[in-house]
């Protein structure tokens, strides 16, 4: 069974920094491409970066670009996301995703980041 | 900036067929976008119910399907239950590895 485990959430000042993560298993971590989608209080969704299986391939929204880093250690079946100069507009649930190219297959329950002072 | 378009809200009766679209500011909606539909209830994590156009995730029944309508992707409910009534989102793929999501559509089953 696919399991997606977020973690690494809470409540940051704004200007700070933060790294989630996301424990994989149930398939062949190394194998398939993933992606951090995120969803502000009572907003919709906003796909935020996408890493391919090797990690070699990384892409970012907009909203993001140059301040946050996608990474992945396939072995920890681990995926990463560290937050560098977070801002109020960051506060989400930030969700974990695994892709089976196109479809965005197996979600996890998300872990909620809050910038706030 | 792209931009992705769905109708905020709409209802459906128990037992109705309703369908929801997905719309692009620069263009029309083929299938090299990858059309993707998901839905997600209060408090809980998305689910997908349609990839690449008009795939079905598994374990999602054949009343859900997926389709280009015209210039829109859409996905359509038949014999619409209570439980359907969720938020459904759509998702394209633009290119160069970036995905965009739509704004979501609140069903209301009544």
């Known amino acids: 069974e696919v399991q997606l485990l977020e973690s690494g959430g809470g409540l940051v000042e704004p200007g700070g920094s933060l790294r989630i993560s996301c424990s994989a298993s149930g398939f062949t971590f190394s194998n398939y491409g993933m992606t951090w989608v995120r969803q502000a209080p009572g907003k919709g969704l906003e796909w935020v970066s996408g890493i391919g299986n090797g990690g070699g391939e990384r892409c970012y929204a907009d909203s993001v670009k140059g301040r946050f880093i996608i990474s992945r250690d396939n072995s920890k079946n681990t995926l990463y996301l560290q937050m560098n100069s977070l801002r109020a507009e960051d506060t989400a649930v930030y969700y974990c995703?695994?892709?089976?190219?196109?479809?965005?297959?197996?979600w996890g329950l998300g872990t909620l980041v809050t910038v706030s002072s | 900036q792209t931009v992705v378009t769905q109708e905020p809200s709409l209802s459906v009766s128990p037992g109705g067929t309703v369908t929801l679209t997905c719309a692009l500011n620069s263009g029309s909606v083929s299938g090299g976008y990858y059309p993707g539909w998901f839905r997600q209830t209060p408090g809980q994590a998305p689910r997908t119910l349609i990839y690449?156009?008009?795939t079905r995730s598994s374990g999602v029944p054949d009343r859900f399907s997926g389709s280009i309508l015209g210039n829109k992707a859409a996905l359509s409910i038949t014999g619409a239950q209570a439980d359907d009534e969720s938020d459904y989102y759509c998702?394209?793929?633009?290119?160069?590895?970036?995905?965009?999501f739509g704004g979501g559509t609140r069903l209301t089953v009544l």
């Open positions: 690449n156009t008009n």
């Open positions: 995703v695994k892709q089976r190219w196109p479809a965005f297959d197996y």
């Open positions: 998702a394209l793929y633009v290119g160069s590895g970036i995905w965009v």
